[in-house]
Each structure stands twice: as structure tokens, then as C-alpha cells.
């Protein structure tokens, strides 16, 4: 009988390091999904802990038990503008050129949950809940309300926008919902079983009837353009305007002249 030959084995050998790869690679994406699963918020929230110094006030409202922070620009006058920033806003910097873009307008800011000295830790129920009790309060002393949002702060901004005191909205570098932002992130990844705290914007948009700004960035490498633009297209006809700012990035759209005007509710 003839000894098996060296090269009959190869084939073996190699089927077997295929197995021992693919599921090494199985089992580093399944531990990849559950680091990402736990460390969401981690990703979705980055919570800014002071606050810009000196000139901004700053005034304190209850909510679930907490005490939460809103940086303010006090007036009596029948128009407030709520500001909703982004993960990582220092809200209170915000503020002053709110405040030049419509001087007529008393500014509120919140800090969310566990941001600039507010209490607690962010979440989207917690942040909406926080966003409504708010909300009661500004139209308690004033008739109307701008309702401005920036990055995540678009998709608690657009949760207010049916309520009868709101005159407009404006949404800068917005997103149709965060599985659409998280999709282009992590595309190997089933974001939609994942995904904790959704923003689901695209729900609310065939909501709004109020005249809305959509402002977008042709450079964000933070929210997909996309994003953005399947929010536009989920608002009813003729309610939203958009703006496309082709140069613009995530973090200097906001200074921008054509965003500017956007706020003041001009074009």
C-alpha cells in the first residue's frame, strides 16, 4: 500500500485555518456589537461640563426630579427662541448670536441632562421629557416660540414643532433619524436592533405645518448629507425650505451668513 502523499492534506489544513478565521472573525464582531451596544450613549452624547463664563445667564427649572440649567437671554417680550444644541454643545456660547440675530426675542438654552451642571444623565426620553417641561414653561410667559435645533438637538426641536405657539423652525446639519447616521458609521453593524435612543425625526416631520428651515452642510462629515436631505423630503409640501450650504462643514455651518438668516427666518 502507498504511503498518502505530503499534498493530500493541504487541502485540510487550509479548509480547517479557513473555519478557525471566520469564526474568529465571528466572534470579534459579535463582541464589537455588544461593546457598541453598551457604549452607545457614549458615542451619542458627550456631555460638556461647564458652561461659557460671566456673561450668560443662567436660570434653573425642575424636571423628573432634577434640576436642570438653561442659559438665557431675558426679555418681555411675546417671542421667545428655544435653542436644542448638539452632543457636544456648550449651549450657553450659542446664546449671544441668537440674541444679535432676533435682539426682540428672549433666548433659552437648556443644558440636557448631565450637561453644563444640569443633573442626571442623558438619554432621548430623558432629554424630550426635559425639552417638553421647558417648553410649558417658556410659552407660560411668552405667545410665540422659534424653535431652533442644531445636529442632535434638531430631533428634540422637531418633537415641539406641532404645538400652537410655535412659529417656525429651523433645523441646521439635521438627520431623518440616528439608525441613518449610525448605518453610515458602522454599515456591518444592525443598527436597527441596536440602537437605543433613535430621534427618530423622519416620524415627526409630516407632522409640522409651521413654515421650517432645513439647513445643510455640502462638507459634513458628522451627519450624512442624506440624512438630511431624507428629512426634507419627509416634510409635507411647501412647509420646509431648504438651504444648502455646499462648503459648509459640521462644526462652522452655524456661523455662516446664509444660516444666520436661516434663524432670523429670512430667504
Not at 103 to 132: F, K, Q, T, W
Not at 236 to 245: D, I, K, M
Request: charged content about 25%; aromatic content about 8%; hydrophobic content about 45%.
Amino acid at each position: 500500500m502507498s504511503a498518502a502523499s505530503p499534498s493530500a492534506g493541504r487541502p485540510r489544513r487550509a479548509l480547517r485555518l479557513g473555519f478557525r478565521l471566520v469564526r474568529a472573525a465571528a466572534i470579534a464582531w459579535i463582541l464589537f456589537c455588544v461593546a457598541l451596544f453598551f457604549g452607545q450613549r457614549y458615542l451619542i452624547f458627550n456631555p460638556s461640563k461647564g458652561r461659557s463664563a460671566g456673561e450668560v445667564p443662567t436660570e434653573s427649572f425642575r424636571s423628573d426630579g432634577l434640576t436642570l440649567l438653561v442659559s438665557t437671554r431675558p426679555r418681555e417680550t411675546d417671542t421667545a427662541v428655544l435653542y436644542f444644541g448638539g452632543n457636544a454643545d456648550d449651549v450657553s456660547r450659542a446664546v449671544p448670536g441668537l440674541a444679535t440675530d432676533l435682539p426682540d426675542a428672549a433666548v433659552y438654552a437648556p443644558h440636557y441632562r448631565g450637561y453644563g451642571g444640569s443633573e442626571g444623565s442623558p438619554s432621548e426620553a430623558g432629554i424630550v421629557a426635559d425639552a417638553e417641561r421647558l417648553y410649558d414653561i417658556v410659552v407660560g410667559r411668552h405667545r410665540r416660540v422659534i424653535l431652533v435645533g442644531r445636529s442632535l438637538g434638531t430631533g428634540v426641536a422637531i418633537r415641539l414643532a406641532t404645538r400652537p405657539e410655535v412659529a417656525r423652525l429651523v433645523l441646521i446639519t439635521p438627520y431623518d433619524g440616528l439608525d441613518t447616521v449610525a448605518r453610515s458609521r458602522f454599515p456591518f453593524v444592525p443598527v436597527g436592533l441596536l440602537l437605543r435612543d433613535r430621534f427618530e425625526s423622519r416620524d415627526w416631520a409630516p407632522r409640522v405645518s409651521v413654515p421650517t428651515w432645513v439647513v445643510i452642510g455640502g462638507r459634513d462629515v458628522v451627519i450624512p448629507r442624506e440624512a438630511g436631505e431624507a428629512l426634507f423630503r419627509a416634510f409635507p409640501a411647501g412647509v420646509a425650505r431648504r438651504v444648502f450650504l455646499p462648503d459648509a462643514g459640521h462644526n462652522d455651518i452655524f456661523g455662516l451668513a446664509a444660516c444666520r438668516r436661516a434663524i432670523r427666518g429670512e430667504g
